[in-house]
């Protein structure tokens, strides 16, 4: 199963849809996500004063199969990591034919366009937090396929953030 998740600043009480269960493995990043994550969730992983939501999720990221899609990296940006020069929809179909679990795609939308893009996404972590970033990619882009989705889980944190977790109706 590929999903795709985007965390941002979240009330204390704010569970996050469970977007991280530690059934998922590999995780999948872009290169710009990968090298980003690198700079921030290894130090959250050791970091006992990190909020627990975080700590278990940084403990997880740091301990699961990372791979990274990438045209110029060649060596692996961290360790339990492995670079795939390859089209993504290829690297999906290859890792879910291998079985093992979920596969997490996290906030790397050069990865989930062409997920979308060729029908290959079984659920989407969605959260909408009321804040606007002022850039960035645009997820859902025109041309897509009609697609059909069940809403599965969704909450409102105390800070107005919404966290809606939908499954692919096939």
Do not use: H
């Amino acid at each position: 199963m590929a999903v795709w998740m985007l965390c941002t600043r979240l009330s204390p009480t704010f569970t996050r849809g469970n977007g991280s269960s530690g059934t998922s493995t590999p995780a999948v990043l872009g290169r710009l996500n990968a090298e980003g994550f690198l700079g921030f969730w290894p130090s959250i992983a050791e970091d006992e004063n990190a909020d627990p939501r975080d700590r278990g999720y940084a403990k997880w990221l740091v301990d699961t199969e990372k791979v990274v899609l990438s045209t110029t990296l060649t060596d692996a940006p961290w360790n339990r990591a492995r670079v795939v020069n390859a089209p993504t929809e290829d690297v999906i179909a290859e890792l879910k034919a291998a079985g093992g679990g979920d596969i997490l795609v996290n906030s790397s939308a050069s990865v989930i366009k062409p997920l979308l893009a060729a029908d290959l996404l079984d659920r989407l972590y969605l959260m909408i937090a009321p804040e606007i970033a002022g850039g960035g990619q645009r997820l859902f882009d025109d041309g897509l396929p009609a697609t059909k989705w069940t809403l599965s889980y969704q909450e409102t944190g105390e800070l107005g953030e919404m966290a809606m977790v939908y499954d692919r109706a096939r």
